[in-house]
């Protein structure tokens, strides 16, 4: 997924949490989550909805917790393909 629209295209799976698609799951990510947190619809998963039902509450930020400090490029990825 590209989740900012940047153009780096992420393993969705092992990025739980890294919301602003810089590799690492960190307090720049809970910051933005927990800035938005409470929105109850519409939110996006940069904005912090991790389980995509359009809300961010405690759901979405145990999400982020269960994968914070986690590093998530994966190491194939960081040798580019042939
Ligand atoms: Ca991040
Ligand atoms: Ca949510
Ligand atoms: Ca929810």
């Known amino acids: 997924m590209d989740y900012d629209g940047n153009g780096e295209v992420i393993n969705g799976e092992a990025c ?3 919301l602003d698609g810089n ?3 960190n307090l720049s ?4 989550l927990l800035g938005h947190y409470g929105i109850s619809s519409g939110a996006t998963y940069p904005e912090g909805d991790l389980d995509r039902d359009g809300d961010v509450q405690l759901d ?3 999400e982020l917790l269960g994968s914070y400090g ?5 190491e194939t990825s ?5």
């Open 29 to 32: 990510d809970l910051g933005e």
């Open 16 to 18: 739980t949490g890294d």
């Open 23 to 25: 590799g690492n799951v």
């Open 78 to 82: 960081r040798h580019g393909r042939r």
């Open 60 to 62: 979405d930020l145990a």
């Open 70 to 74: 986690n590093s998530c490029w994966p």
